[in-house]
């Protein structure tokens, strides 16, 4: 069993160093670098999914939160926005805060009485009309500060890697909110709900200009690693190109990308070790024993609901920070490109397939799905070469089918995860008993 | 006097009207997920996209139509085409039951298993729509555009608010209204109707009284069919055809069914109404409305709305979670939690 499993990364490295004699090194590293994320992503769902048996459809919000960590982290602040409406944001921030306080109390406090969702609507009412007061002026003010490169407020100016523990919390805190609603009842509505709030996010991140420029795109992210240019222009880099007869320009992107993987492989391999930790301690058994029948835990004691909230933060945590380190690499935060097909249902097929209920397997489903995604593009469309290579060159079908050689991969993936659902349930690597 | 009418004119133009119309398209579409959940007792995420393939089939049977100089008169010819399109669409879910949903009927999968396989024929029906007709948006509206045209309106009214009625917003109305009452009486009149009810209630009770279960799968997944098909041509005549809007409906459509109570024809109906008109009067701004109303000298300094319509989704996603934080079973009880 063991030697399988070690033969399916083997495959997959030797795949990666194919594509790197193949086309490039550079092409080679990047596909590894998303590889990598994609795996800390789908041990998330893994935690969720496979530990707990919970269905998260709104993987894309969880993982746009850890996008945002980034840019507010890491963007130094834009200080006349700040002077322009920093403060009614601020204040409309705690008035939110106390509306919602004010709501739970108002809901709490007046149990039984008839007027209660009156009374609570009431409060939300104020709750929100108080704050569009403060808001509204506030962000209109900050978005007209110099509206073609900033008109947004900027972020802290701190070093992006940790964005990444904060992405984490932002996803968490999403995540408690909505499972704090929606857990305890049939597994569907946590699906529905997960969907929606996913969609909700990244609204917002695409409308509230005042806070991510939307659409605009912030872009130029400071990197963890150093620039190709300077790498180019300092000594003991030219010296080690030297030494290994490498030319300084390509050399330099390697370097790079290299330097992305080994934060990326840090993080990745210390998610993995607690994750095998958590399954294989108690806590762990009682997940399990959790998933498998909750009846049975529930007679034992266990207190179903929270520990499957527990769960769920924690595998939204690990998306979070996965969803960091994306946009830490992409550079930028753009908004537009958060699609539920690339940043849900992928990572869903990512699960499946590698195994749930086992870590290594979503690792190497996450490699391995990754890796496919990318490189079904070329392949596709040298299928669609083939099949149309008799047709006449003008063809409007030949033309209408090679362009459409890029939806293909959306059914592959759809008919991939029905086969793997059905065929081989438990997965490439599945779970030990 | 004159101000109120002309008031309650705007809001009927801009709020009541497309919300009607905009319901209905709700209604069906949370009629087919409501059927599928009590009958086969799962929540069909590919929905959204069986709507997006159903338009397609008709606006593809309509542009052959149009082709050989067939129309309907001052109605659409995407109404002939429907027919035929409601075949199509029906083979294509018969065959996805065939091949997908039946192996875990068989295994008695869990719930989430079904969800998770609906998921895959969600990707496999996307992918045959962008196949076929490209992802960019596609009109295929024909026929009149009004009913009434807000300047007969305002010239047989004297009024300076006009109401507009969209023939697709009438169509919409009209043809809810006849599916709906189809559908009741199949439901509760006919012999497959009451077994397919009965099944719903009690699976085993069913069987044991000699209900072929297949026949009730295979008239289910019919029935779905042709509303994902209805609902998805209402929706692409009032708007227009796009494939990944028809996903992003799925939101509003499982909250109108929850609001509802899944499993519950009759909730179904409500909840799509009551999801849209929230959705339409929270995104509606109400500054022209106000000033009809407030005093002469009064000027709103915004344009007095809730929330922009960038967050509609936003609008079904709160009803929603408020519906599973206060009434789980939803406004009529259903199948739920």
């Known amino acids: ?433 | 006097m004159d101000n109120i009418l002309n008031a309650l004119a705007l809001m009927a133009n801009f709020v009541f009207v497309p919300a009607i119309a905009y319901g209905s398209q709700l209604a069906l579409g949370a009629l087919g997920v409501t059927i599928v959940f009590g009958i086969l007792r799962f929540s069909n995420f590919a929905h959204g996209d069986t709507m997006a393939l159903g338009t397609m089939c008709t606006i593809l049977i309509t542009w052959w139509f149009q082709s050989m100089g067939i129309s309907f008169g001052p109605l659409p010819t995407a109404l002939l085409a429907l027919p035929f399109a409601i075949v199509i669409c029906s083979a294509f879910v018969l065959v996805s039951d065939r091949v997908v949903y039946r192996f875990y009927r068989k295994q008695k999968a869990d719930p989430v298993i079904y969800l998770i396989a609906s998921v895959g024929v969600m990707f496999v029906f996307n992918g045959i729509v962008r196949f076929i007709i490209g992802p960019d948006d596609q009109n295929f509206a024909d026929g009149e555009r009004f009913i009434i045209k807000a300047r007969e309106f305002k010239r047989l009214t004297g009024l300076s608010e006009g109401i507009s009625i969209k023939v697709s917003q009438g169509i919409t109305v009209v043809t809810m209204i006849v599916v709906v009452a189809l559908l009741f009486w199949f439901l509760n009149k006919t012999r497959t109707g009451k077994s397919m009810r009965a099944y719903s209630d009690n699976e085993d009770l069913a069987l044991l009284s000699g209900i072929n279960p297949d026949k009730v799968v295979a008239v289910t997944w019919i029935i779905a069919a042709a509303l994902a098909t209805i609902a998805g041509t209402l929706y692409g005549l009032d708007k227009s055809f796009k494939p990944f809007t028809y996903f992003q409906l799925l939101l509003p459509i499982f909250a109108a069914a929850i609001v509802g109570g899944l499993g519950n024809p009759l909730g179904a109906i409500a909840g799509g109404f009551v999801i849209a008109f929230s959705e339409i009067l929270v995104t509606y701004a109400y500054k022209k409305f106000a000033g009809y109303l407030m005093p002469e000298d009064w000027k709103a300094d915004g344009l007095i709305q809730l929330l922009s319509t960038d967050y509609k989704f936003a609008v079904s996603f709160v009803i929603l979670l408020l519906v599973l934080l206060f009434r789980p079973t939803g406004i009529f009880k259903g199948t739920g939690v």
Not at chain 1, 6 to 30: D, H, K, P
Not at chain 1, 186 to 203: C, P
Not at chain 1, 283 to 307: H, L, P, Q
Request: aromatic share 10%; net charge positive.
């Open chain 1, 1 to 433: 069993m063991f030697n399988r499993n070690v033969l399916y990364f083997a495959i997959m490295l030797g795949l990666i160093v194919l594509v790197g004699q193949t086309q490039s090194w550079n092409v080679a590293l990047t596909i590894t670098n998303l590889c990598i994320i994609s795996a800390v992503m789908a041990l998330g769902v893994n935690i969720q999914w496979g530990y707990a048996g919970l269905f998260n459809v709104g993987i894309m919000g969880f993982a746009a939160m850890g996008g945002l960590a980034a840019m507010i982290i890491s963007v130094s602040p834009v200080q006349e926005a700040w002077s322009a409406g920093g403060v009614g944001v601020l204040v409309s921030l705690v008035l939110a805060a106390i509306t919602i306080v004010a709501a739970v109390f108002t809901y709490r406090a007046l149990e039984g009485k008839s007027f209660r969702l009156l009374a609570l609507f009431i409060v939300v009412l104020a709750g929100s009309w108080a704050v569009r007061a403060f808001l509204d002026p506030a962000t209109a003010a900050i978005e007209k500060v110099n509206p073609a490169s900033t008109g947004y407020l900027g972020g802290l100016g701190l070093p992006i890697i940790l964005a990444w523990p904060v992405g984490g919390i932002f996803a968490g805190a999403a995540a408690w909110v909505v499972g704090k609603i929606t857990l305890g009842l049939r597994a569907d509505y946590l699906a529905i709900a997960t969907l929606g709030i996913s969609e909700i996010i990244v609204a917002v991140l695409k409308h509230e200009d005042w806070l991510t420029r939307g659409v605009k795109n912030v872009t130029g992210l400071p990197r963890p690693v150093p620039y190709e240019v300077d790498l180019q222009q300092t000594q003991w880099f030219l010296d080690l190109c030297a030494q290994l007869g490498a030319n300084p320009v390509t050399f330099s992107s390697i370097f790079v990308k290299l330097c992305y993987m080994v934060l990326f492989a840090s993080v990745l391999l210390i998610i993995l070790w607690f994750s095998e930790k958590a399954l294989r301690s108690p806590w762990g058994r009682m997940m399990r024993a959790i998933r498998d029948n909750e009846v049975s835990a529930s007679a034992m004691g266990k207190n179903i609901k929270s520990r499957h909230l527990q769960v769920f933060v924690l595998g939204s945590i690990v998306v979070g920070i996965a969803g960091a380190m994306l946009t830490t690499l992409d550079g930028q935060l753009t908004p537009s490109t958060y699609q539920p097909l690339r940043f849900t249902f992928l990572i869903w097929v990512m699960v499946i397939v590698g195994g749930s209920g086992n870590n290594w397997g979503a690792v190497l489903g996450g490699f391995v799905i990754w890796f496919f995604w990318i490189e079904a593009e070329p392949l596709g469309l040298w299928l669609m070469e083939l099949i149309t290579s008799g047709m006449a060159e003008d063809s409007a079908l030949r033309a209408h089918l090679i362009e459409s050689a890029a939806h293909m991969r959306l059914m592959t993936m759809g008919i991939i995860l029905l086969l793997a659902l059905r065929f081989s349930p438990r997965g490439l690597i599945p779970e030990r008993n």
